[in-house]
C-alpha cells in the first residue's frame, strides 16, 4: 500500500490521523505541492486533479480523503471510524462533509493562488475571504456539536471515528493558518485538544511531517 501525502494538505492530514488510528503500515511518498510535483505527469496518472492525497492498494487507486478514510475503515475494521447504528453513522457522514466539503475547498491553496492571481484579490480581500468561509463553517459546526444529540467526549459518542478525523486539521489550520482564536467554539476547542493527548492525531500533525522536508 501506498500514500502520497503533502505535510501541509488538511486532506491529506485527515488520512494520516486514520492511518495512524488503525496502525496501517504503507510505503509514504511525499508530494511537493510548493514545488509543483502534483503537477508532474507520473502524479496526475495516478490522480488527475493533481491533489493530494492518494491511496495505492494493489491494483486499486483511491483519491479523495472521504474515500480513502471509509476504504481503509472497511478494510481494517478496528478501531472502527464510524459508530454502529444507521442514525449515529449518518451524523458522522454529515459532521465529517460539512468539514471537508463547505469549509475546506474555499480557503485551499489553489483558490487562494486564484484569487491572488487570475482574479487580483489583493492579501487583505484574501483574508477576509478564507475567514468569512472559515467561520461560518465553524460557526455551523459549533451549532451541531452543541445542540444535537450525540456529542460525547469527541464528535460522535466516546470514541474517535471519522468527523474527529476531520475536524482536527480545520482546527489547526484556524489555529496555525489563520491564528484564528478556536475558544469562540469552546465544544470544538474541546474535542480538538482532547484529540490531540492521542498519540494517532498528534503524530499526524503537519509541524511533525514538516521535521522530514
Known sequence: MQFYDFFRSSAA?????????KNITCNWY?????????????YLALNPLGIVPTLV?????????????????ELYPEPPLHPET????????????????????????RVVKFLS???????????RWCLC?????????????????????????DSPTMADVCLVPQAYNALNRFKLDIGAYPTIQRIYETCMT????????????????
Do not use: M
Open 13 to 21: 492530514h485527515r488520512v494520516r490521523i486514520a492511518i495512524n488510528l
Open 30 to 42: 511525499d508530494v511537493r505541492i510548493t514545488e509543483n510535483e502534483n503537477l508532474k505527469p507520473d
Open 57 to 73: 492498494d494493489g491494483d486499486t487507486t483511491i483519491t479523495q480523503s472521504i474515500a480513502i478514510i471509509e476504504y481503509l475503515d
Open 86 to 109: 444507521p442514525e449515529a453513522r449518518a451524523r458522522t457522514r454529515s459532521l465529517s462533509l460539512s468539514i471537508a466539503c463547505e469549509i475546506h475547498p474555499l480557503n485551499i491553496g
Open 117 to 127: 492571481g487570475d482574479l487580483q484579490v489583493d492579501e487583505e480581500g484574501i483574508q
Open 133 to 157: 468561509w472559515l467561520t461560518t463553517g465553524l460557526n455551523a459546526i459549533e451549532a451541531l456539536l452543541s445542540s444535537t444529540p450525540g456529542t460525547g467526549e469527541f464528535c460522535q459518542g
Open 198 to 213: 492521542i498519540p494517532a492525531f498528534a503524530s499526524a500533525s503537519p509541524d511533525v511531517k514538516a521535521s522530514s522536508y
